[in-house]
Structure formats: structure tokens, C-alpha cells
Nanobody, 123 residues
Framework: VQLQASGGGLVQAGGSLRLSCAAS????????MGWFRQAPGKEHEFVAA????????TYADSAKGRFTISRDFAKNTVYLQMSTLKPEDTAIYYC?????????????????WGQGTLVTVSS
């Protein structure tokens, strides 16, 4: 599976962005998908995940109520809709594929990673 993340950019605090992660490969529908982020000087951080069938979603506390993860099977794409953005959301955002299908919050369960897309939130 190859993953291509896009949609990052510069936005003011309180604004919104939608990240996309396009996946190649016929097995996309069997993978759980996740979004992680890494801010400068900080460790990799879980953001959100969705199960293989879209039936289960998981969010980090920092994302609950503001971010929504979804997937479009026809387009082989996973989205992260982010709203009410804060300066502390500034980071490189990565999408990843979990072959177990579960959509874990643990990065070590993800086999495939995209290249990342930069989100910068100005105050």
C-alpha cells in the first residue's frame, strides 16, 4: 500500500482544514487507517483512526470534538476534517495503514506510512 497525504497549509487559529490520504492498492478496504502528527521537538502523536469498515473511530483527547476521520472506499481515500484549529495543532500530519484492520492508536501497529503534510496554525 502506498499512501499520499495532502491538504496541509497555513490557517489562522479557529479555522478549518481537510487532510486527505489517497491509498493505492486493492487491499485498501481491509486496512485500518490512522492519522498521526509530529510537532517540532516533540514525539510522534496519535490523532485519529478508523477501522477497516469505517464502523469504529478513535480520537486522541486533543482531537475529540474538533476533528473527524472518515473514509471513502470508492476513492481509496481517508480524510481528516479539522476544525477550530489551535496553534498547538501545528505539526506534520502523517497517515498510516494498519494491516490488522482495527485502526489502532499505537504507531507500531501500522505497516505503511505516507510522507506527511504540514499544517501550520497561526495565532
Amino acid at each position: 500500500v502506498q499512501l499520499q497525504a495532502s491538504g496541509g497549509g497555513l490557517v489562522q487559529a479557529g479555522g478549518s482544514l481537510r487532510l486527505s490520504c489517497a491509498a493505492s492498492g486493492r487491499t485498501f478496504s481491509t486496512y485500518g487507517m490512522g492519522w498521526f502528527r509530529q510537532a517540532p521537538g516533540k514525539e510522534h502523536e496519535f490523532v485519529a483512526a478508523i477501522s477497516w469498515d469505517g464502523g469504529k473511530t478513535t480520537y486522541a483527547d486533543s482531537a475529540k470534538g474538533r476533528f473527524t476521520i472518515s473514509r471513502d472506499f470508492a476513492k481509496n481515500t481517508v480524510y481528516l476534517q479539522m476544525s477550530t484549529l489551535k496553534p498547538e495543532d501545528t505539526a506534520i500530519y502523517y497517515c498510516a495503514a494498519d494491516s490488522s484492520g482495527y485502526g489502532s492508536s499505537y504507531p507500531q501497529t501500522y505497516m505503511y506510512w505516507g510522507q506527511g503534510t504540514l499544517v501550520t496554525v497561526s495565532s
